[in-house]
């Protein structure tokens, strides 16, 4: 059933295009978020007195990685798409807002594979 | 034709023009706070990349994250965290219909302050007592 006037037909503009799984992968990285951001912060907090070889030895074991790369992964994800909505909110210009989207994108992308990439040379180390 | 239908439309009262109550407050915030988070998520992930430089790196990162201004940085940090965690399972309880009576959004918000300054003074309250467990 379509409910849009026929001058919002002709405009083109408004939602119904992508905005679902948008709203989807905000609340399934949120959930996945509230366990591993709890494990995350801790022990961030914990190590961060802890001496060089305590640190590398947490990163030695397979669960602790795993859990670490899941939750970069989580996180920027999840930041990206918050990060998203407010710049879709808070800036009108279009080809400005469309700068800062792509920009947002591809710097949460790259710092992620920074994080995951200095994760696996601990480990692999 | 639709540019002047479009001026003609009613606007609604600027943000001025309310009174800030907790509703709005907390809503505000948990936009705020998720700003703090991804700027944060900088910090951490760096300290992912001093950790995989060298001891060197590891503890240049530990003395800037340890100094008074990098621990305001870091607690504000995991308030935010905290903050948003509390609020975001409040806002999920919403997605699944429940809690819309206003006297429980009022409460489950006033829930969610006094959780944030909990869980914060825990997490630190750990962070402290293992200082003393590495030393």
């Not at chain 1, 961060?48 to 994800?77: K, R």
């Not at chain 1, 798409?81 to 992308?109: C, K, N």
Request: glycine share 8%; hydrophobic share 50%; aromatic share 16%.
């Amino acid at each position: 059933m379509n409910f849009e006037t026929e001058l919002h037909k002709a405009e083109g503009l408004g939602s119904a295009k992508n905005g679902l799984p948008h709203w989807i992968a905000q609340r399934i990285t949120a959930v996945a978020l509230i366990p591993l951001g709890v494990w995350f912060v801790s022990v961030f907090i914990i190590l961060l007195t802890a001496p060089f070889t305590e640190a590398y030895t947490w990163l030695s074991s397979p669960w602790n990685v795993t859990l670490a790369i899941f939750f970069v992964l989580t996180a920027f994800y999840h930041g990206y798409l918050g990060m998203q909505v407010i710049l879709e909110d808070y800036v009108p210009h279009e080809y400005t807002r469309w700068v800062l989207i792509i920009g947002t994108q591809l710097f949460s992308a790259g710092m992620a594979l920074l994080a995951i990439v200095s994760i696996l040379k601990v480990f692999l180390s | 034709m639709s540019q002047s239908l479009k001026e003609r439309r009613p606007l609604s009262p600027h943000l001025q023009a309310y009174k800030i109550q907790i509703t709005s407050l907390l809503s505000i915030l948990h936009r705020g706070t998720g700003i703090v988070l991804y700027g944060g998520s900088i910090l951490w992930a760096l300290w992912f990349v001093a950790l995989a430089i060298g001891p060197q790196s590891y503890e240049a990162m530990q003395h800037f994250l340890l100094h008074p201004l990098g621990l305001i940085i870091l607690m504000g940090w995991s308030f935010s965290f905290f903050y948003h965690l509390c609020n975001g399972i409040r806002h999920l309880m919403w997605d699944l219909g429940i809690g819309y009576e206003l006297t429980t959004v009022r409460r489950t918000g006033w829930t969610v302050v006094i959780a944030s300054f909990f869980l914060t003074g825990v997490a630190w309250v750990l962070g402290f007592l293992c200082e003393r467990i590495w030393s």
